[in-house]
């Protein structure tokens, strides 16, 4: 159990404990799970259709199986996190540990993963996501004991998710650099280039973790799955942030999903769609420090409520006037991408509520519940990627054709995750109100 001082147990007159420097070097050490996130699940699965040792059918499965195996790994891994005694430093030593094997299958996945039988393969995917969640759920939890103030945890995860921005242009643009000064690059090039990334992430994480101070964790009892389950259903605000979680990650899952459709048949820009997703990206950099600064002030629920209703705004508006040729349609991604910051909000949001969590568990389960707002972000991804193919095959969407339906495809890019937002929006009103009953300032 994490026994360090939480933020609602910290006099409101004491200083905040962020520097400057612990929040830069927090922010760093998101760098390697970052790296192999969104653009990793962009470039694996056709690099490894591509290699013709198992059929492209068995490439959707190794996926999707990979993807229930996150459902059952991350809440173990989170309470694992929380109940196994390692002392002053607890989160550190289970990312380092983490590091090595995440490094090790990277390489392997990148050079020879293509020519792997189904089993090997699966194997390898089912080791490498497993240290990748046990390095994420340490680094977001032991952020959550950094924290005194909700102003802290929305600095400390703002520039978080800053970070994560700037890591993920990276990640698109060196495949793109790669394929601009090796004319015909291999696919397994392009990767390669991508991977590199994630090397020189590493050792700038391994240094930014020596960096951040230790916080002590303290192992208890379990207190088994049942009252975990009971606990967790029992305490409605936490209850309402998971579905926010579902609802703004399923909102992003649709437009990444179907942004390359859109670009190619409604934009009529198939060759820019590349360029237009990274710009996307830099919009979400130029973003997050403002949407951070305003959490702060205004307080984050009031915020994202705005972002979504921001990104809303500019979907429904091109149903009446879409952007014109590239120059507009970067604007667009510019702006579009100010919306990708969800996480932000919702991963400070959790940090504020452990406290009230841990008060009415008599004990600390910051990992366990970082593993399920995690757990939700990945369903939500998954269910949205699920839900927008299912509507293009019933609204008849050819993707050798799409000018066909080029308006049903707009229709759907639209008002698909607007529609998500605003059930968001309400769930955000309704963890307001519960709050309300018990003031805790998120």
């Keep these: 159990m994490a026994t360090t001082a939480l933020p609602s147990t910290r006099e409101p007159s004491e200083p905040s404990a962020l520097r400057p420097r612990t929040v830069a070097a927090y922010a760093a050490t998101a760098g390697p799970t970052v790296i192999l996130g969104l653009p990793f699940s962009v470039y694996l699965p056709p690099y490894i259709a591509e290699g013709g040792a198992i059929s492209v059918a068995l490439v959707g499965l190794l996926f999707s199986l990979t993807t229930i195996w996150d459902g059952v790994v991350d809440p173990l891994i989170g309470t694992m996190v929380d109940r196994v005694r390692t002392g002053i430093g607890a989160h550190r030593r289970w990312m380092l540990l983490a590091i090595v094997p995440l490094s090790l299958l990277l390489l392997a ?64 643009a060196a495949p793109a650099a790669a394929q601009l000064l090796i004319p015909g690059i291999s696919l397994q090039g392009r990767i390669m280039a991508y991977a590199s990334i994630f090397l020189v992430m590493v050792p700038i994480a391994l240094f930014a973790i020596s960096r951040v101070p230790p916080r002590a964790v303290v192992a208890e009892p379990g207190i088994g799955w049942r009252h975990e389950i009971r606990a967790s259903l029992s305490f409605p605000p936490l209850m309402l ?65 705005a972002m979504g209703l921001l990104i809303s705004g500019m979907l429904v508006a091109t149903l009446f006037q879409q952007p014109k040729g590239i120059g507009q349609a970067v604007g667009f991604s510019l702006m579009l991408g100010t919306g990708f910051v969800g996480l932000l909000f919702t991963y400070s949001m959790l940090a504020d509520l452990i406290p009230r969590d841990a008060a009415r568990c008599g ?23 699920a839900v927008s193919y299912l509507m293009l095959d019933i609204v008849g969407f050819d993707p050798q054709n799409g000018e066909a339906a080029a308006r049903e495809l707009h229709l759907l890019f639209a008002l698909q995750p607007t529609a998500s937002w605003i059930i968001m929006a309400g769930l955000l009103l309704l963890m307001q109100r519960e709050l309300a009953r018990a003031p805790v300032r998120l």
Excluded: H
């Design 109 to 172: 996945l990148v050079t020879v993963g293509d020519l792997l039988p189904f089993a090997a393969l699966f194997g390898m995917m089912v080791l490498f996501y497993s240290s990748y969640s046990l390095y994420e759920v340490a680094q977001l939890s032991w952020g959550a004991t950094l924290v005194r103030s909700p102003a802290d945890s929305a600095l400390l995860y703002g520039m978080r998710d800053w970070f994560a921005k700037i890591a993920l242009i990276l990640a698109f």
């Design 241 to 305: 942030l998971l579905g926010v979680q579902f609802l703004n990650s399923f909102a992003f899952g649709s437009l990444t999903s179907l942004f390359v459709f859109f670009a190619a048949s409604v934009l009529d820009l198939d060759a820019q769609s590349a360029v237009l997703l990274f710009a996307s990206f830099i919009g979400g950099a130029l973003a997050s420090p403002v949407w951070t600064f305003l959490a702060r002030r205004f307080g984050k629920p009031p915020m994202m409520i």
């Design 363 to 385: 004990r600390g389960r910051s990992a366990f519940l970082f593993a399920l707002l995690n757990l939700m972000q990945k369903f939500g991804v998954a269910a949205a990627i």
